[in-house]
Every structure is written in structure tokens, then in C-alpha cells.
């Protein structure tokens, strides 16, 4: 059983799949010959770059090698430059109301940090931040890729506005969702971090870039085949065949209308419906073997027994031991 709670590891998956990064020490810094940059404009990805601004590591981070992921920050006053990076990256505050001033060349914002606000510092822009005060923030760094193939299928413009403490409690819910991403089962952590990307990438569209997304619901739900295929591949145990891009490509849908349709059809997204699934293994196994917890956990995918224990908790509102107490 490995534990994730004070280690950083890396984890492989395959071709299908980039490698993905989780942190959640605050031991280190990475060094200037580790910084990884985007090769075409010599620019720091902006983990990277937000490692440096804020001189500390993220309390948590789900980090693809492409530099795109989710952090969740705890850090202390601001008063610096964010130098231009290879990402958008998109921030909701999670902390006490306070004001704060962002500099871009001549043009001075004065915002207020609050619940609810977001802030976009779009790929390639520079800014000085002043914040006076402790800040609780989880930020997305979104690839210019994505947002633009989300784009063409809208049919929309993929060019982002600069936003500071902007009121957009839509896209701050859904990106403080994220932290629940950050430790438990890769597979669902995984195909929920692939949704919830296209899923802010369509929400920046609509909101945030001066013209309004296309995106339309999808109509219908999956044919029953297609249907029968894509829950054949979320039951496997090969994280190749729960890609987002795999079922999606399956059904010869885009990522995004392949979740629409996909809930059309069973009522939940792919992921609810995998976490239930995940729960239903756990349930059989609690009440039909002897199995420990722990191998439970294990067997399942979870990284720890603590995490597979929260997420059976979140479900049901018992502990996999006082479930399987009531269940026999």
C-alpha cells in the first residue's frame, strides 16, 4: 500500500495516457535545471513559474508532463512579477475577503478576492500582483491545445480575456470541485480531471473570451452498442481503455458531446458512473469476502486505505468497516 499523504510520486501510465505527477510534499522547489519550458517561446510552464513566484510548493497537485493540471496553493502575501507561461491559467479563491492591485504595463486592476471571483491570467501575459494577505487559491493551467479543440468544435474564439478577481461563481464551484481529484483512485481522478478540463475549457469560451460559445446539448444519448462498448471499457481494468480520449474516439464523438451523451443515457457523466461502480465493487467485496480494508483498497485502486475510506464515506456516510458491520 503506498501513501500518498507526504510523498511525491510519479506515476506511469500507458501510451494512451500522459504521465501524471502528483506533489503533495513541501520539501522542495524545483531547481532552475529542472524547470521545464515550453520549447517554442523559451517560457516556464506555469507550475513552474507559480513555484517561483510564490516561493513554496503547491499543498496539492495533479500535474501532467504537458504541464497541464490542477494545484491547490496555501501560500503567504504577494508582491512580485508572473513572468508570461506555455498555460492559461485560470485561479478561484477559496480564502478571507481582501483587496488586491494587478499591474499589466499601464493598466492598474483593483479587485476584491472573495468566494465566487476568478482570475485568468491568459498564456504569454505578464503582471505584477500585490496581495496583502494569506492566500487560499486552486488554480487550473489549461494548454492553449485543448481550449482551442474545444474551440473548433464550438465553432467559437479561443482568445482569453484577462479577468481579476471577476465574479463567475459557475466557473469557481466547478474548479474548487477539483481538489477532490488530488488524492484517491488514478483512474477516477483521471477521467474526472479529463471531464473537468473540456468542461472549464467550454465554460472560459462562453464566459471569457468577449464571444459567446456555440456549444449546443447533444441530442439523444448513445446507441445502445456504443453504450454497451463504452461501459465494457469503464469496467476494465486498464487505465488505456477510462481515457476521456479513448471512449470519446470509441463512440466517434468529441470529448465533450460524448459526455453529454453518455449521461443521457445512463443519467450519470462517465465518472459518477465509474465512482459508483468502483462502490459497488466495494460494497460486494465488504459483504461477500473477508478481505481486509486495506486489500479492499488495494485490489480497487485506491492509493491509501485513508482515501479509499473517504471516498466510500462521501457515497454512503459510513466507513467501509461500520458498512460491512450492518451489511451482515
Given at each position: ?6 510523498i511525491s510520486v510519479r506515476r ?23 524547470v521545464r519550458r515550453d520549447l ?278 459510513d466507513s467501509p468497516s461500520d ?6
Amino acid at each position: 500500500m503506498i501513501n500518498l499523504s507526504r510523498i511525491s510520486v510519479r506515476r506511469y501510465t500507458s501510451k494512451a495516457m500522459s504521465k501524471v505527477v502528483l506533489r503533495e510534499s513541501l520539501n522542495e522547489i524545483p531547481a532552475a535545471s529542472q524547470v521545464r519550458r515550453d520549447l517554442a517561446g523559451d517560457r516556464p510552464t506555469a507550475d513552474v513559474e507559480m513555484a517561483r513566484v510564490l516561493g513554496t510548493v503547491p499543498f496539492r497537485m495533479a500535474l501532467e508532463t504537458s504541464g497541464a493540471g490542477i494545484a491547490h496553493w496555501k501560500h503567504d502575501s504577494l508582491h512580485d512579477i508572473v513572468e508570461p507561461m506555455s498555460h492559461h491559467v485560470i485561479m478561484a479563491y477559496n480564502g478571507t475577503v481582501q483587496r488586491m492591485e494587478r499591474r499589466s504595463g499601464q493598466s492598474v486592476a483593483i479587485g476584491t478576492f472573495r468566494p465566487g471571483v476568478v482570475i485568468i491570467i491568459p498564456e504569454g501575459s505578464s503582471s505584477r500582483w500585490d496581495i496583502p494577505k494569506p492566500v487560499d487559491v486552486v488554480q487550473l493551467y489549461l494548454p492553449q491545445a485543448t481550449l482551442q479543440r474545444v474551440a473548433d468544435e464550438a465553432g467559437a474564439r479561443s482568445e482569453l480575456l484577462e479577468r481579476t478577481a471577476h465574479p463567475d461563481p459557475v466557473t469557481s464551484r466547478l474548479l474548487l470541485s477539483a481538489t477532490d481529484v488530488l488524492e484517491g483512485h488514478e483512474a477516477l481522478d483521471t477521467l474526472f480531471r479529463q471531464q473537468l478540463m473540456d468542461l472549464l475549457a467550454t465554460r472560459l469560451l462562453a464566459a471569457h473570451t468577449g464571444s459567446p460559445s456555440t456549444i449546443g446539448p447533444a441530442r439523444g444519448g448513445l446507441a445502445p452498442r456504443t453504450l454497451l462498448r463504452a461501459i465494457e471499457r469503464l469496467r476494465s481494468d486498464s487505465d488505456a481503455d477510462v481515457s476521456l480520449a479513448a471512449l470519446a474516439a470509441e463512440a466517434g464523438l468529441s470529448r465533450f458531446h460524448f459526455c453529454r451523451a453518455f449521461k443521457d443515457s445512463t443519467g450519470l457523466s462517465p465518472h459518477a458512473w465509474l465512482r459508483q461502480h468502483r462502490l459497488e465493487q466495494a460494497m460486494n467485496m465488504l459483504r461477500d469476502t473477508d478481505a481486509s480494508v486495506v486489500s479492499i483498497a488495494v485490489t480497487l485502486g485506491y492509493s491509501s486505505q485513508t482515501a479509499f475510506a473517504a471516498a466510500f464515506r462521501k457515497l454512503t456516510g459510513d466507513s467501509p468497516s461500520d458498512w460491512r458491520r450492518r451489511a451482515r
